[in-house]
């Protein structure tokens, strides 16, 4: 995992959002390779292994071995993927799972996004600007932190729960047919195997002072 998208990981435990403390055990040009993320709340520690930061046990369903896309398969599905996502501006952060994985390096390019790659299979590899994850059903993201989730039927459904908390308001999911979109997202297209949902933009307060009568500078 590169050294910066570590910056970007939290504990999956419930508590007050903490990032983690990191203890490399082996570098190599600012990949950890081999170290453990400890959460100075819950002392809870993560460990890095082999570069993938394992935040849980994969569901044996992603487990199933696939064949490497060629790179025009993964093109496509990487120009899919950022559709559905509207991953339109550089510098965002997306999170792709199982199937969507395959896909991290193109979008990341494409888009010049931060991506964080799902129970990848084993051949998608990582970079400065794409890290790999093991999770089962939580994703260890801040709130709010990421434009998009995609995520593919060998994900339990609890981790929509998780994708709703880390995608920003506004901010898009992609969900597996074989899962019901939750009922506080707002579901914009589907076809036969996927959703697109949106998360709501959060209620902006109209209790604001009245400009006309707003003399606080006076
Ligand atoms: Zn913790």
């Known amino acids: 995992m590169f050294i910066e998208l570590l ?7 419930a508590h007050e959002e903490t990032w983690l403390v990191t203890s490399f055990n082996s570098i190599s040009n600012r990949f950890v390779l081999e170290g453990t993320l400890g959460c100075p709340t819950c002392s809870a520690e993560y460990r890095i292994i082999d570069g993938i930061g394992r935040f849980g046990t994969r569901p044996a369903a992603s ?13 496509d599905l990487a120009t899919r993927a950022g ?6 501006q550089p510098g965002a952060t997306v999170v792709l799972g199982g199937r969507w994985a395959e896909a991290a390096q193109e979008l990341s390019v494409m888009t010049e996004s931060r991506i964080f790659a799902l129970n990848p299979a084993q051949h998608v590899e990582e970079s400065e600007s794409v890290g790999l994850l093991e999770v089962h059903r939580q994703i260890p993201l801040a709130a709010s932190s990421v434009r998009g989730v995609a995520i593919d039927f060998s994900f339990p459904r609890e981790i929509l729960t998780s994708a709703i908390r880390v995608v920003r308001p506004g901010g898009r999911i992609v969900g597996p047919a074989a899962i019901e979109p939750p009922g506080d997202l707002t579901v914009i297209a589907r076809d036969a195997s996927y959703w697109v949902a949106e998360k709501p933009v959060e209620m902006i307060s109209l209790r604001r002072s009245n400009p006309v009568g707003d003399t606080k500078s006076s």
Request: proline share 8%; aromatic share 4%.
């Open 7 to 13: 910056d970007l990981l939290r504990c999956i435990n």
């Open 63 to 75: 487990e199933v071995p696939r064949n490497p896309m060629s790179a025009r398969e993964r093109e």
């Open 83 to 88: 559709a559905f996502l509207n991953v339109t």
